[in-house]
Every structure is written in structure tokens, then in C-alpha cells.
């Protein structure tokens, strides 16, 4: 990932200087870029399916964690963002660093899309809004993988009732408090599988 490595860190200083006229990441999330975003967007490789052709990351944002997977992996993603500045900025970022992607400026409840084996989102929304966003992109047998913080029991509480899962949950390596989701055989309560 040697190669990979320089191209996040170029990545990572386009964050910083955009992120001064078009607050990409707070000011005080500046000095802590590559452990707070760079590193736990990383965290979800290792949770990637083999041979996984392509992912939609929803509410891409700055870029992660969708930016990074596609620099670390060669996976094409789609950025999926509504945010104009932001895409102007992903398209920039993904130009300068070849990142794999396609930047989609849209609301993702509207974004057309070929549902793709894996869906990403990093603090979008709380687990039952966005397994329903997530559903609408992603392929049947595919997968999601969410970063969630310390209210996923509370998060997942309130989704079992709309949404049949099967979910496997990892420890953050970045934050002891985190954990990653991995969400498959999803399906709405009430429709069949």
C-alpha cells in the first residue's frame, strides 16, 4: 500500500487546505486528520468482501470514508453527494490522487445507481434512516459497512423493528468507543426474502 500511502497523504493535504474555505472538516480536526478520519476510514478494509468489483459511499462528504477505500484498495466507488462545493471538491481530490470514482451530486433518495455489492457511510445518519437510504443502493446478497459510534446499541435498537439484518460488529481500531457494522441480509420487516 506504499503507493496507495502517498496518494492519501496528498489526499490528506487537499482536505486541509479546501477544508479552509469550504469547512470539509472542522479547524479542530485539522491536527488530527489522518488518526480521525484517515486511519478509522481505513479501518473498514480489512471487513471488504474479496474480489469486490465496485461500492457506493453515501454522504460522502470530505471524502470519507469513500475517498480513502478507493486509494487504498482500487475499488471504484460512487461518491454520492449533495453538497455542490463538496463534489466540486471530490472531483478535484479524485483527479489529483486517480482515485476510482465517480462523484454523483445528487440527494441519495434520488441518486440512480446499479445497486453495488457494498455500501459505506461514515456519521450520516442514525442505523434505521440509514439502512433505508442504503437500501435503495445496494445489490441483493451485497453488504454495508458503517463506522458507528457510542450509541449503536441504542441505533440498532431502534432499527430491529423496520429492518430484518444479519450484523456482525467489529471493535474500531481507532476509537475504543466505535465499532464497525457490518450489515448484510438486509431486508424490510414485512417484505419477503
Not at 44 to 62: E, M, N, Y
Amino acid at each position: 500500500m506504499s503507493g496507495a500511502e502517498g496518494r492519501l497523504r496528498d489526499f490528506a493535504a487537499l482536505v486541509e487546505k479546501w477544508s479552509e474555505s469550504i469547512n470539509l472538516i472542522s479547524r479542530g480536526d485539522i491536527p488530527h486528520l489522518w488518526a480521525r478520519h484517515i486511519e478509522d476510514s481505513l479501518s473498514l478494509v480489512p471487513h471488504i468482501p474479496p474480489g469486490t468489483a465496485r461500492a457506493i459511499d453515501l454522504g460522502s462528504g470530505a471524502g470519507f470514508p469513500g475517498m480513502v477505500l478507493a486509494i487504498a484498495t482500487g475499488i471504484p466507488f460512487t461518491l454520492i453527494e449533495s453538497d455542490t462545493r463538496k463534489c466540486i471538491f471530490l472531483k478535484e481530490a479524485a483527479r489529483r490522487t486517480a482515485a476510482p470514482v465517480t462523484v454523483l451530486n445528487a440527494r441519495i433518495e434520488a441518486a440512480q445507481t446499479e445497486p453495488a455489492p457494498l455500501v459505506t457511510a461514515r456519521a450520516l445518519a442514525p442505523l434505521d434512516k440509514l439502512l433505508g437510504l442504503a437500501a435503495l443502493h445496494l445489490a441483493p446478497g451485497g453488504i454495508c459497512l458503517f463506522p458507528k459510534g457510542k450509541s449503536v446499541d441504542a441505533e440498532l435498537t431502534a432499527a430491529k423493528p423496520i429492518w430484518h439484518m444479519n450484523i456482525q460488529r467489529f471493535g474500531s481500531p481507532t476509537e475504543a468507543a466505535s465499532c464497525i457494522l457490518k450489515v448484510s441480509e438486509l431486508r424490510h420487516v414485512g417484505k419477503n426474502p
